[in-house]
């Protein structure tokens, strides 16, 4: 093939029913559905460009030639892209995020999206949202819920094809707001991946999963209604479930800073006050506050007095990942 090359954007997703544990950890096919929240502000960026020139797929994420593992994941989702296109030509990735690099802010999920799609684009293969969201999947289990706009739903399946996220509604449909609070910069003790397989080893796995579907219907149920006093205490719920289920793993996980516990007992105090604010949590110790339109500059203010918050991140409900180039043909 000749050169050819496409970009596209991606938005990071808050799970509000939540993805913690696989069925097959090789096609990353979860063991419940999950639901979530695209975010406006926590976008990857990235570029792809196929060359027949090129010896070595190179990949470059946030001004960084990478190399190693992180390396060696992008290019076994160009390999899905090659093998789906029939070619072997090699690629340069170029991925840049939105958010300030080493926050804490999950970009597995955008960044996989985004990776998709411009490497789909850039071959100029002919894809439907739902195989979008497969192929997604298949790099990170929550880029499948960034392919789709706004609330997003992800079905469990037993097969490949089978698992993939639609779009419950679109971005315009509640103003609801997610203000991640960055307590740590750190980067995580246990990345997903170890934190997927290692929520088989605790006993409270099956506790977990069985209260599962009556909570993805009541969540379900709470944002067609836009309805933040039945959402929030069920995201609260759904967010203590996954860190007891990882607490009590063996060996256990522990991804909770002092910032973060402090923050849930705040919370809690500014709810007993009047203002409608909920946290969730994602695998990490920031907070993630959810609340409607009218209350986020209360909750930021609030935010502004807490010296063990770094700095926060105000998302609205973000789109769909989008090429912002088509593919195109440059002459070698
Ligand atoms: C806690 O999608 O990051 O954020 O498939 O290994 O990349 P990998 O896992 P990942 O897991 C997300 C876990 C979570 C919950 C969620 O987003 O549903």
Sequence with gaps: MSQSEATA??????????????????????????LSMNLSAATTTTHVRFDPRLAADRVALDGETRYGPTRARVVAHLDRV???????TRAEVTSANSFPMGTGIASSASGFAALTLAAVGAVGLERSEEELSVLARLGSGSAARSVPGGFVEWRAADTDAGSFARSLAPPEHWDLRDVVAVVSRDHKAVGSADGHTAARTSPYLG??????????????????????ASLGP???????????????????VLYWQ???????HVVRRWRSQGLGVYFTLDAGPNVHLLCEGHDAAAVEAELAHLDYVEFSLHN??????????AAQDVPA
């Design 9 to 34: 954007v991606a938005c990071a997703n808050i799970a509000f029913v939540k993805y913690w544990g696989n069925l097959d950890a090789d096609r990353r096919l979860p063991l419940n559905d999950s």
């Design 82 to 88: 090659r093998r789906r296109a029939g070619i072997g």
């Design 207 to 228: 506790a977990r999963l069985a209260e599962l579907p009556p909570r993805l219907g009541a969540v379900r149920r709470a944002l067609l209604a836009r309805d933040l």
């Design 234 to 252: 069920a995201a609260e719920a759904e967010a203590l479930s996954l860190h007891a289920v990882a607490m009590t793993s063996r060996p256990p």
């Design 258 to 264: 002092p910032g973060t516990l402090a923050l849930l």
């Design 316 to 325: 609205r409900p973000g789109g769909a990942a989008r090429l912002v180039t």
